[in-house]
């Protein structure tokens, strides 16, 4: 069995659940089945910590926001990231994005407008 996370809409309710099924079309046929809500999404769950989240005092920095871009491919999405350390940077930043993420399967390859909330 798997984890899932499915989100359902309906009006301007948007619903998340998490549940456990043997594939993503049991899941689908589950809800077409039981409610009234549209499946708009359905996710499996690979990576999950159940352990105590640290206490919130605050030493963090709020917010950044940026665009990460590949130059190659001529394409661009924002980035919104909270409670930043405060020992990280922005150059940092860029290097990690550069380094673990892509857009539309491409790589990476800077960051533009950034801006930090403190």
């Known amino acids: 069995m798997s984890l899932y996370r499915v989100q359902l809409k309906q009006g301007s309710r948007t619903i998340v659940n998490h549940i456990e099924a ?68 922005e150059k940092e930043i860029y290097e990690a994005c550069k380094n673990y993420l892509e857009i539309n399967s491409h790589k990476v390859t800077g960051v533009y407008c950034s801006l930090f909330k403190i």
């Open 22 to 89: 043997k594939s993503v079309q049991d899941v689908l046929n589950f809800f077409n089945k039981v409610s009234t809500m549209q499946v708009s999404e359905i996710l499996e769950v690979k990576y999950q910590d159940k352990t105590q989240p640290p206490v919130d005092d605050f030493n963090y920095k709020k917010l950044f926001k940026g665009f990460i871009r590949n130059e190659d491919a001529g394409i661009s999405k924002q980035i919104v990231l909270q409670n930043i350390k405060q020992s990280v940077n």
